[in-house]
Structures are given as structure tokens and as C-alpha cells.
């Protein structure tokens, strides 16, 4: 059986500077997404929680997609049905207490009742045991990805104080928190891997632009999320710019439920007549590749396959074939019904509007009319399916595999709830998970990825790169595929 220890891969994260002085100065940070609260087991919170350095689990991935221990110390799988979990001698709580086996089962515990939807990740019914710093998992079923599924921001260790408040392990710890406004750091100094920077202030600037004019005005040292067309303007200013592959892809979500897109064909026909290319050269400037499979394939993921493609001709002609007729107007009909829909998206992601607008026009070459809708609250709408189809962007892997992509848009899920459902796909997930044989688990996933392919209830867009833009001082950003690692303790200023 496998055993994943502390020394097994390269990772900076858990190791001190040679040169540590004790953390100084201030880094201000603008970002287009936040935490929703200080509790990581409220919503998505622990995934920014984790981002920000405040929160950690007990596994991680690293920038070369290598699972590694964190406050584990090693893993080992003793049988299909458990799971050994060895806790590092030297991590501790802020408040100082050390994390042992009894801390992490009890901060488990919490997580899985707190976050029914876990339950694909950590199976309902699996047991934990504590002995010292040796946690004992037993799962009621295999669970081929539990190890990876241990780096899940979902399962960040925690306890809770006195006050209520929530406690973490992390190299910085919350010292101010506004909702959707801002959010103070400080160096935790009993972190086992000192802090260089003092205090990081993180600021919400939904607007790109204005991220770029607080760049430009010296009130923030690093951007996240830049655009491509900004580059020339970052340079001008002086700042470092980080580009890199990482594991976000922009896709179009259909609402299989709603006509038109309960008829296959339409779903086929958008998905060849969109020229991917043309959205990376268009909105992208090329900073980014097309996306025919259900995740980036340049991030080191395995086993995915295209299965999409750009081909206008025979986008007509799947059309032509359902009966869509061109009408004198050049809209399709059929039955007395207009080929037409409403494709919505969401400005927190700058890219998403554009990607949009070209969307419409290579989709009305085919006889497709679209109407383009701001959607303001995303998530929501993905919960309830209040949308006809929309532009989705998403982090595909943050465990270091595709079990997110294909659990969150092509199985039930809370943001795919009675949308697109397919009883085979269902099937041959199950039997993926539970598996721990990598051939298997590599003919599973082919076969899943074949079966959605040819339903697309998704369109795959485009895979952007990141782009990261830090002031002249700013020093040691280490750039990661993975957006729920992005303040690293050693990233300093001055």
C-alpha cells in the first residue's frame, strides 16, 4: 500500500528560510474574489482562507502537482479501507497549542457535519481514531482519491476558541475582517515556517481597471487576475508581471432542462461552431490555449481526453439534420420555435464579458440568436438554474486531480442540482472513486469523459493563463497552477 511522508517531494512550504529575521514590512494585495467568512466550513471560505496563508490541511499539492504532506506528517494506505495519518511533532494552533490526532479527528468531524456535500470526498459513514499524533480514517468503501482528498480546502484544520471564534494553524492569522471589503493579516511567529512579511492586507477590487490604477498609484504591491491587454501598461509602470498555466478553464454551462438545449444537437452544434482559438487570440491575446478537454492539459492532470472540437460546417449540418430550418432572417427555427437564447455571465471574472460578446457573433453564423445577460450572483444561479446557459470559471483541480470537474458540473452536485444528469456517467463515477487501481481508475475516467463528450451539457472555452502583477519590490512569489495557494510565507517586500 502507498505511503506519502514529509520527505517524499520537494516542498518550500514547510521549510524556514536560512536567512529568517523575524517578518517585516506590509504587503497590500488587490484581489477580484474574497472570503466569505472566517470559518472555513461556511460556504467556500476555506478555499480563500487557505489562499491567504491563514488556514492549512493535512495534505497539499505542490506548484509541480506533486501531493506532499502538510501538517501530516506522512499518509499511509494500510488496506482498501484505512487510511494511517501521521501528525507533525511541531505544528501548532495560534494560540499554541499543538495539533494532535485528537485536535485534527475533532476538526474533521466538524468539517464533513458542517459540509454535507463532503460526503463524495469523505463518504458518510467513515470513522476516525485517535492515538497521540497517528489519526486512523476508516472509510465504508474504498476511496481511491482520499489522500488528495485530504488537500481539500474543505477539510483545513481548526478548532474552535472559547469565544466561537475559529482557530487555525496557518503562517498568518486574521487580525481584521471586513465582508466583501478587506481582510488584515499577521505573522503567526510560532509557525513552524516563518513569515517574511509582518502584515498583508488584502483589498476587494472587483474592477480590473481598478486594480490596475491602485497598482499604478503605489496603494497596493501585487495584483491577481490581470488582463492580458493590461501587460503594456504594468510594464510601463514597472511592475514584475508572473504569467503562468494554472488550473482555471472558462466554460459554457447549459441548462439541459430548458429549450433549446433539452435537444442534443443544438448543445453539439454550439460546441463546433465555436472557434476557440479566435477567443484566445481575441480576448485572451494569446495568453492562455483553447480548451477541448474538461480540464487545462498543461498543468500536469492525466489521463484527460478531447473531446470537443471546432468544425462550422458540420455545425450546420448536425443543425440541418434536427430539423433546424434557416429562416429569411437567418435565425434557425423549429416546430414555430426561434433558435434563440439568453447566455449569461458574471464581471467578476474581466474576461467572461468579452469571451461572451464573440461567442454571440460566431454563433449567429449558424443561424443562433443570442442574447447576452449580466448575472449577478453566480453561484446562486447555478444552485437553482436560473439560466437558459452561461459562462462558468472555475478552478477544475485544486486536489491535484479531476475528480472536482467531473463531481461539481457532470454529477449531482451544488452546482449542478437536477441539471445535466446521465445514470452511466453516475455509474462509472461511483466505480471511479472507489477504486484504487490507477489502470482501472485511468479506463473509468476515459470512458466518462467519452460519455460526456457526447452529451455536452458543457462547452469547454478556453483555459486563461494567470497573470500576476507585483510591485518592483515585492520578492519570492513562487507562482502556483492552483489558486487556493497563493501567499506563500516566504513571498516578502522591500
Known amino acids: 500500500m502507498a505511503t506519502l511522508t514529509a520527505c517524499s517531494a520537494s516542498d518550500a512550504s514547510n521549510e524556514a528560510p536560512d536567512d529568517a529575521t523575524g517578518p517585516e514590512g506590509t504587503l497590500t494585495i488587490g484581489e477580484n474574489t474574497f472570503p466569505t467568512a472566517l470559518d472555513a466550513d461556511v460556504g467556500f471560505a476555506g478555499y480563500t482562507l487557505m489562499a491567504y496563508g491563514i488556514a492549512e490541511s493535512l495534505m497539499r499539492v505542490t506548484p509541480d502537482n506533486e501531493l506532499v504532506p502538510w501538517v ?51 463518504p458518510a459513514g467513515t470513522t476516525f481514531a485517535a492515538d497521540g499524533q497517528v489519526l486512523t480514517i476508516t472509510t465504508p468503501e474504498p476511496v481511491g482519491s ?96 508572473h504569467e503562468y498555466p494554472f488550473g482555471r478553464q472558462n466554460d459554457l454551462v447549459f441548462n439541459v432542462n430548458r429549450p433549446p438545449f433539452d435537444d442534443v444537437a443544438v448543445r453539439q452544434a454550439i460546441s463546433l461552431a465555436i472557434d476557440r482559438e479566435a477567443l484566445v487570440d481575441g480576448v485572451l491575446a494569446g495568453s492562455g490555449t483553447p480548451a477541448y478537454a474538461l ?9 484527460l481526453v478531447a473531446t470537443q472540437e471546432f468544425d462550422l460546417a458540420e455545425a ?34 474581466a474576461e467572461l464579458e468579452p469571451l461572451a460578446t464573440i461567442i454571440r457573433d460566431q454563433l449567429t453564423e449558424i443561424g443562433i440568436e443570442v442574447k447576452l445577460e ?10 437553482e438554474n436560473e439560466f437558459d446557459a452561461t459562462l462558468y470559471s472555475y478552478n477544475v483541480a485544486p486536489f491535484g486531480e479531476i475528480d472536482r ?25 461511483e466505480q471511479y472513486r472507489t477504486s ?21 451539457p458543457v462547452v469547454y472555452l478556453v483555459n486563461p493563463n494567470q497573470i500576476v502583477a ?11 497552477f492552483l489558486e487556493n495557494y497563493k501567499i506563500d510565507p516566504a513571498l516578502g517586500i522591500g
Open 295 to 303: 480540464a487545462p492539459e498543461d498543468i500536469g492532470l492525466t489521463g
Open 72 to 122: 501530516a506528517e506522512s499518509v499511509e494506505q494500510v488496506d482498501p479501507l484505512t487510511l494511517e495519518v501521521t501528525i507533525r511533532d511541531d505544528v501548532t494552533f495560534w494560540d499554541g497549542e499543538k495539533v494532535d490526532a485528537t485536535a485534527v479527528q475533532r476538526s474533521l468531524e466538524r468539517s464533513v457535519t458542517e459540509q454535507p456535500g463532503t460526503d463524495t470526498l469523505i
Open 374 to 383: 449580466s448575472i449577478a450572483d453566480i453561484n446562486t444561479a447555478m444552485a
Open 146 to 241: 482520499l489522500s488528495n482528498n485530504l488537500a481539500s480546502f474543505n477539510f483545513t484544520i481548526k478548532k474552535v476558541a472559547d469565544d466561537g471564534s475559529l482557530v487555525y494553524t496557518g503562517p498568518y492569522r486574521y487580525a481584521e475582517f471586513v465582508e466583501q471589503t478587506s481582510i488584515v493579516l499577521e505573522a503567526y511567529e510560532g509557525h513552524r515556517t516563518p513569515a517574511a512579511v509582518a502584515t498583508i492586507e488584502v483589498q476587494m477590487i472587483p474592477d480590473v481597471s481598478a486594480r490596475l490604477l491602485a497598482l499604478q498609484a503605489g496603494d497596493i504591491d501585487m495584483a491577481y487576475a490581470m488582463l492580458p491587454s493590461l501587460k503594456p501598461q504594468l510594464e510601463a509602470a514597472g511592475m514584475q508581471i
Open 405 to 429: 470537474a467531473i463531481g461539481q458540473l457532470y454529477t449531482p452536485s451544488s452546482t449542478n442540482n437536477e441539471r445535466y444528469s446521465n445514470d452511466e456517467v453516475n455509474a462509472l463515477f
Open 316 to 349: 450546420g449540418e448536425v443543425l440541418d439534420a434536427a430539423g433546424w430550418v434557416e429562416g429569411a432572417d437567418g435565425i434557425r427555427t423549429k416546430d414555430g420555435d426561434r433558435l434563440a437564447f439568453a447566455l449569461g455571465y458574471y464581471t467578476s471574472r
Open 436 to 456: 484504487l487501481d490507477e489502470a482501472e481508475r485511468e479506463d473509468l475516467l476515459r470512458q466518462i469523459q467519452e460519455l460526456i463528450g457526447a452529451d455536452v
Open 470 to 480: 507585483t510591485a518592483p519590490d515585492v520578492t519570492d512569489f513562487t507562482p502556483h
